[in-house]
């Protein structure tokens, strides 16, 4: 199974700040690659998708990039509704999908 | 409007038995994958099992294989999981979500998630 690995497993940061996250395959994924967005008692949400495309209705201010096993997600400015759990996801050997441990961000 | 509702979670004993159920509107349901993804308490993401849109493929995580079964009624626009000699370690909150339209996608809709305890 194709292992996904986030880091940091937690940070962090203040309002207006640039955050970027990481998660690295533990084999080449091309760009099958998604990053969710989960704030506490609620679904995970859809950010991005093909490791760079932003799902509708996603703030331009989220970007991601990457292919093979290195991928980032950046948020350029964040904003108080940012603070969340953020998870990566491969789907290249779908449908045996695997999730990143999540990376948790908290408010400096 | 998407909407995925699941329902059927609960407490039950370990060996015990629980079908899940997911209702989908606001999509032509019949078209899509779908699958159930699963979250232990402060845990991550755990993908469980998927369900292609007519029913011919069907996948499971290892770790549910032959205690889980994933099923549909594109009629009733219902997603079922069947979970048989439940263990602790299937405490979680399930969600079924829905696989974008291209053969690999990732989940672009999630339920709201219903909570499964395992406990004597």
């Known amino acids: 199974a194709i292992r996904m690995t986030q880091s940091p497993s937690s940070f962090s940061a203040s309002t207006g700040d640039r955050v970027t996250i990481t998660c690295r395959a533990s084999?080449?994924?091309?760009?099958?690659l998604a990053w969710y967005q989960q704030k506490p008692g609620k679904a995970p949400k859809l950010l991005i998708y093909?490791?760079?495309t932003l799902q509708s209705g996603v703030p331009s201010r989220f970007s991601g990039s990457g292919s093979g096993t290195d991928f980032t997600l950046t948020i350029s400015c964040l904003q108080s509704e940012d603070f969340a759990t953020y998870y990566c996801?491969?789907?290249?050997?779908?449908?045996?999908?695997?999730f990143g441990q999540g990376t948790k961000l908290e408010i400096k | 409007e998407v909407q995925l509702v699941e329902s059927g979670g609960g407490l039950v004993k370990p060996g015990g038995s629980l079908r899940l159920s997911c209702a989908a509107s606001?999509?032509?349901?019949?078209?899509?994958?779908m699958n159930w993804v699963r979250q232990a308490p402060g845990k991550g993401l755990e993908w469980v099992s998927s369900?292609?849109?007519?029913?011919?493929?069907?996948y499971y995580a290892d770790s549910v294989k032959g205690r889980f079964t994933i099923s549909r009624d594109n009629a009733k626009n219902s997603l079922y999981l069947q979970m048989n000699s439940l263990r602790a370690e299937d405490t979680a909150v399930y969600y079924c979500?829905?696989?974008?339209?291209?053969?690999?996608?990732?989940?672009?809709?999630w339920g709201q998630g219903t909570l499964v305890t395992v406990s004597s």
């Open positions: 084999q080449g994924i091309s760009s099958y």
């Open positions: 996801q491969q789907y290249y050997s779908y449908p045996l999908y695997t």
């Open positions: 369900i292609s849109s007519s029913s011919s493929y069907i």
């Open positions: 093909a490791a760079s």
């Open positions: 606001g999509f032509t349901f019949s078209s899509y994958s």
């Open positions: 979500a829905r696989d974008g339209l291209a053969v690999a996608d990732p989940f672009d809709y």
